[in-house]
C-alpha cells in the first residue's frame, strides 16, 4: 500500500507540473524584394545571425553548420543547436541549464519562396513563460523577443535586397 501511495503522488506531482508550462509561439515575417535561394545564401548560415542581428557575436563551438553544430552567442552566454534544417530553413533549440528554469526555447528561421524573384522570411520561437509573475510580465517579454527579431528580419530583408 505504501509503494502505490509513493506511485500515486509521484503521478499525481507530475501530472500538476506539466500544467505548470505556459507556452507561448510567437510568429513573424517579413515580405522579401529577392528570391528565396538569394536570401537564404545571404542570411541562412548558422552564424549569420551577426550580421542581421546587431552587436551579437557568434561562435561555431561544435559542428560545420549543419544538424547538431552548435552557436554560442553573446561571448558564450547563450548556446544554441542546430536540430532541423533544410535548404532553405533551420531549427534550434537552447539546452537544459542546471540550476537554471528550462523554457524549452526552440527557434525556426525560414526563407519560402514566393515568386521566381520574391519570398518571405519566416521566424517562429516558441517558449515556456510560465516562470514570470503573472500577465503583464508575460506579455512583456513577448513583445521584447518579438520586437527584437522583427528588427532581426528588418536586417535581414535589408541585406536581401541591397
Not at 27 to 51: F, N, P, Q
Request: aromatic share 10%; proline share 2%; hydrophobic share 40%.
Amino acid at each position: 500500500m505504501k509503494q502505490l501511495s509513493v506511485i500515486f503522488f509521484s503521478a499525481l506531482f507530475c501530472a500538476s507540473a506539466a500544467q505548470a508550462q505556459e507556452y507561448v509561439t510567437i510568429e513573424m515575417e517579413i515580405d522579401v524584394d529577392a528570391s528565396a535561394e538569394h536570401t537564404w545564401s545571404l542570411v541562412g548560415d548558422y552564424c549569420g545571425i551577426s550580421d542581421w542581428m546587431a552587436g551579437l557575436d557568434c561562435e561555431l563551438t561544435e559542428g560545420d553548420g549543419g544538424i547538431g553544430t552548435v552557436r554560442a552567442l553573446a561571448g558564450g552566454r547563450i548556446i544554441e543547436i542546430m536540430v532541423a534544417q533544410t535548404p532553405l530553413s533551420y531549427g534550434y533549440t537552447q539546452p537544459w541549464v542546471e540550476g537554471q528554469f528550462y523554457n524549452l526555447y526552440h527557434g525556426f528561421l525560414e526563407a519560402r519562396p514566393v515568386t521566381n524573384g520574391t519570398s518571405t522570411l519566416y521566424y517562429t520561437l516558441v517558449l515556456d513563460v510560465s516562470n514570470l509573475d503573472g500577465q503583464a510580465a508575460k506579455d512583456e517579454d513577448v513583445a521584447r523577443r518579438r520586437a527584437t527579431f522583427e528588427r532581426a528580419l528588418a536586417s535581414m530583408k535589408a541585406l536581401a535586397e541591397s
